[in-house]
């Protein structure tokens, strides 16, 4: 029986409809894609069908109106297209020399395969012949060693997510032995089209006071250092935003390794959220003595999280009332995992957001993210180096 390849999924062939629309040659696709020229001829002509059919079944226009509408949407997708150009190119602008025009070639041949090449030249002004000379140009060592280095660094940007810029990059490649400049990272990334994350953090409210409670002294007054693990933990709750509603996460943090200790997730705000991810920590780490600080919020405040920070000889402080700066560090946690995880997938379900902060945080932030107060390395790596060797390492 022949073996026959199952069809192209509705997305990819809507993505090379728009390639050849925006000005993309169908010959040029089949050598850079899978499909055939002509595969792809007749995916623009039944596009192109199915328009029409949906314009007629609207409104009936007359031959000039239509041909004033498919000329617009030209333009509008012309637009479109030098905007996502502009938008991936980030801070590649043309500095009026040999080596400007050379840093905007390197980034027209990494994204050839999604922009046309012309469109890019006219975008960033540079000449289009000018770009096909350098293509057929012997590359110098200098430049090998760039791409090779760029390689690299698009390897270790997919690996975090898409979530590192220049700094944590610099501190992979140093991790791996790699000696490279900041500076010539940052530059190729750019070139790239790479970005980090960027915080931004939102305002919401998720604890609320109870004013009939007695709150726990502070005993922290916002000195966050610790000297060693399990002597100062701090506690907060953010939320988690989906198609299906809210879900809210509870965190416990070490001071002083950076390292979520314990967490839970519920679709509410009882205490008993809390309590879960006090109860995590305290399996986990069994400490001794430890203090464990958060806000005034009604779960923090309640008889029964009280009662088992007594059990477990937890000792609770919270700081002042509706100030982000007495719980600075889980907040930088939140607004960490906003940027990189939150702000970059839309999450349909409540499910598939259990999973991704489990990810995230088990996977990811725990083990592997690269924290600049650590110098640079995890939180798991961070504890198991100062307790192995507590001498300050490199």
């Known amino acids: 029986m022949p073996h026959t390849r199952p069809p192209y999924p509705a997305e990819f062939r809507r993505q090379i409809v728009e390639l050849v629309r925006a000005g993309r040659d169908p010959t040029d696709l089949a050598r850079e ?110 430049a090998q060693a760039d791409a090779a280095l760029l390689k690299r660094i698009r390897t270790i940007h997919a690996g975090s997510g898409e979530a590192y810029g220049a700094p944590r990059v610099h501190a992979e490649l140093a991790a791996e032995g790699s000696r490279h400049g900041r500076k010539r990272i940052a530059r190729l990334m750019r070139a790239g089209g790479l970005v980090g994350a960027s915080r931004r953090r939102r305002a919401v409210i998720t604890t609320r006071r109870d004013k009939k409670a007695r709150p726990a002294p502070d005993l922290v007054e916002r000195n966050f250092r610790a ?95 509706g100030d982000a700066y007495d719980n600075a560090m889980a907040e930088s946690f939140f607004a960490t995992l906003e940027c990189e995880l939150l702000d970059r997938r839309r999450l349909a379900s409540q499910a598939q957001a259990r999973m991704a902060v489990f990810t995230f945080i088990e996977g990811f932030y725990n083990p592997v993210r690269r924290h600049s107060a650590l110098g640079y390395r995890s939180p798991i790596r961070y504890e198991k180096e100062m307790l192995t060797d507590p001498s300050p390492a490199s």
Not at 71 to 82: C, F, M, N, P, T
Not at 278 to 297: F, N, T
Not at 300 to 321: D, H, K, Q, W
């Open 33 to 142: 894609f899978e499909p055939s020229a002509q595969a792809i001829r007749n995916w623009v002509a039944q596009a192109d069908k199915t328009e029409e059919r949906r314009e007629a079944k609207t409104e009936t226009l007359t031959a000039a109106e239509r041909e004033e509408l498919i000329r617009l949407r030209r333009e509008v997708r012309q637009l479109r297209l030098e905007r996502d150009i502009l938008s991936k190119a980030g801070g590649l602008v043309r500095a009026g020399d040999r080596r400007g025009a050379v840093g905007i070639f390197r980034f027209m041949s990494a994204n050839r395969a999604t922009f046309p090449i012309a469109v890019m030249a006219r975008v960033l002004g540079v000449s289009e012949a000018g770009y096909h000379a350098w293509r057929q140009r012997e590359p110098s060592a200098h």
């Open 227 to 321: 000297e060693g693990p399990n002597q100062l933990w701090v506690g907060d709750i953010t939320y988690v935003p989906t198609a299906a509603g809210f879900l809210y996460l509870a965190v416990v943090l070490d001071a002083w390794s950076r390292r979520i200790v314990g967490w839970a997730m519920a679709n509410h705000l009882r205490t008993e959220l809390v309590l879960d991810a006090l109860e995590m920590a305290i399996g986990q780490r069994k400490p001794s003595a430890v203090i464990h600080h958060s806000d005034q919020g009604s779960q923090y405040t309640a008889l029964a999280f009280g009662n088992r920070c007594r059990e477990a000889g937890v000792r609770p402080s919270m700081g002042s009332i």
